[in-house]
C-alpha cells in the first residue's frame, strides 16, 4: 500500500479540504501504520503557479501549509512531507508523459474549462498541461491508494488513463506504473460554500464568509455558520425533504460529516427546528472539532526552522523513492542518460 496525495500550497486550508481529503490522510497513516506500507504527503507547489500568484506569498504559503497538515495529525515521523519544488523527479517525469497524453483527454478536463473561464486564450500552458503534472504526482511513487475530495476524480481517471497507455506503448509486457485508485469519502466529498449551497467550497472564492479557514478563531467560526445563507423552512424529518434545499443538505451534512452521523440521524434530532437553532449547534460542533487543530497551527506556524526541516526531509527521501520509477521512465523511452 503506497498512500500519496496532494493539496496546493494557495491560501489556507479550510473545511472541505480537512473533510474531503485531509481527514482521510490521517486516517490512511493510521492504516498504513498498522498494515505496513507507506504514506507520502505533499505541497502541490508547482502547480500554484498555474495561476497568477505572489511569489512571497507562495513561500509563506508553503510554510503555513505544513504546519496546518501537521496540525491535522500528518506526522512527518510517519508520513513523509515535502514540497512538489524540492523533488525535480515531478517536473521531469511530466514532460515524460506529455508524449503519452493525449489533447482530447486534457480538453475535457472540467478543472480548466472552470479555472480558465472566458479567458481560455489567457490561461497559462501550465494551467492546461496541470493535470499531466498531477498524474506524474502519483505515478512517480507507484501509488496504490490516492484520498482526495470529489473535484480531483476526473484528474485521476487520466492518471490512469496516461499510466494504461504509458504500460502498453513502452512497458514491453511491464508494468512501468502502478494504476492509482481514488479513495473519496462518501459523506464530505464535495462540501460546500456557506454562501452559495451548489459551488464549492474553494480557496479562490473570493469571498472569506463562503468557507471556514483553520485559521479562523471560534467567534469567526460561529459568526461564520450563524450568517451562512439558508432557506426559511424547518429542517424536514427525512433526508428526502431536504430536495431543492442545497444549502440545508450542505449544512446538515457537515453536521453529519463532524460528528460521524447519518443524515437520518441529524434529522432524527433536529427534524422540525428551524436554523436558529441548528446554526449554533452546528457552530459548537465545528468549534469543538477544529478548535485544538487551531491551536497547534498557531504554535507550529511560529516555528519557521522546524517547518524547513521538515520539507527537507521529507524531500530527501521523495527523491529516493522516486528515483527507480523516474529511470525506469526515461530507459523505457530509449532516452539514453550515460
Ligand atoms: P486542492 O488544493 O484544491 O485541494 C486539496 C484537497 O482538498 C479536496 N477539496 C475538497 N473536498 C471536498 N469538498 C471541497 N469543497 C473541497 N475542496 C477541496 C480536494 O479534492 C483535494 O483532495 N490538484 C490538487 C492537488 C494535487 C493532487 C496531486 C492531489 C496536485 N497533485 C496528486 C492528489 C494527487 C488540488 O488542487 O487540490
Same mark, same amino acid.
Given at each position: 500500500m503506497r498512500v500519496v496525495s496532494g493539496i496546493q500550497p494557495t491560501g489556507n486550508l479550510h473545511l472541505g479540504n480537512y473533510l474531503g481529503a485531509i481527514r482521510n490522510w490521517v486516517r490512511m497513516q493510521d492504516e498504513v501504520g498498522r498494515e505496513g506500507g507507506q504514506c507520502l504527503f505533499f505541497l502541490a507547489d508547482l502547480h500554484a503557479? =498555474?495561476?497568477?500568484?505572489d511569489p512571497a506569498e507562495l513561500s509563506a504559503n508553503t510554510l503555513g501549509m505544513v504546519a496546518a497538515l501537521v496540525a491535522c495529525g500528518i506526522d512527518p515521523e510517519r508520513s513523509i512531507l515535502f514540497n512538489?519544488?524540492?523533488?525535480p523527479a515531478h517536473a521531469e517525469l511530466q514532460w515524460l508523459l506529455n508524449g503519452t497524453a493525449r489533447i482530447g483527454w486534457l480538453n475535457r478536463m472540467t478543472q480548466f474549462k472552470d479555472k480558465s473561464g472566458k479567458n481560455r486564450e489567457g490561461a497559462s500552458v501550465a494551467l492546461y498541461t496541470y493535470p499531466v503534472l498531477q498524474a506524474a504526482d502519483v505515478l512517480l511513487y507507484q501509488a496504490t491508494h490516492v484520498p482526495v475530495g470529489e473535484d480531483q476524480k476526473q484528474h485521476l481517471e487520466l492518471a490512469r488513463d496516461i499510466a494504461q497507455k504509458f504500460n502498453h506503448d513502452f512497458g514491453g509486457g511491464e508494468e512501468i506504473f502502478t494504476l492509482p485508485e481514488p479513495i473519496i469519502p462518501p459523506e464530505s466529498a464535495r462540501i460546500m460554500s456557506l454562501r452559495d449551497g451548489t459551488a464549492k467550497m474553494s480557496k =479562490?472564492?473570493? =469571498?472569506?464568509?463562503?468557507r471556514i479557514s483553520l485559521s479562523d478563531d471560534a467567534d469567526t467560526m460561529m459568526r461564520k455558520v450563524k450568517k451562512a445563507k439558508t432557506d426559511p423552512e424547518p429542517l424536514p424529518?427525512?433526508?428526502?425533504?431536504?430536495?431543492?434545499?442545497p444549502e440545508a443538505v450542505n449544512l446538515v451534512s457537515l453536521y453529519g460529516a463532524l460528528s460521524g452521523r447519518s443524515v437520518q440521524s441529524v434529522l432524527d434530532e433536529?427534524?422540525?427546528?428551524?436554523f436558529g437553532a441548528f446554526k449554533p449547534a452546528l457552530g459548537e460542533l465545528l468549534i469543538e472539532t477544529l478548535g485544538p487543530i487551531t491551536q497547534r497551527f498557531t504554535e507550529l506556524k511560529a516555528d519557521r526552522e522546524a517547518l524547513d526541516a521538515i520539507l527537507a526531509r521529507g524531500a530527501a527521501e521523495a527523491r529516493e523513492i522516486g528515483r527507480p520509477t523516474l529511470n525506469k521512465a526515461y530507459r523505457a523511452l530509449g532516452l539514453v542518460r550515460g
Open positions: 503557479i =498555474s495561476m497568477p500568484h512538489q519544488a524540492q523533488v =479562490s472564492d473570493p =469571498s472569506e464568509m463562503s424529518s427525512e433526508p428526502g425533504g431536504l430536495e431543492g434545499r433536529f427534524g422540525g427546528q428551524g
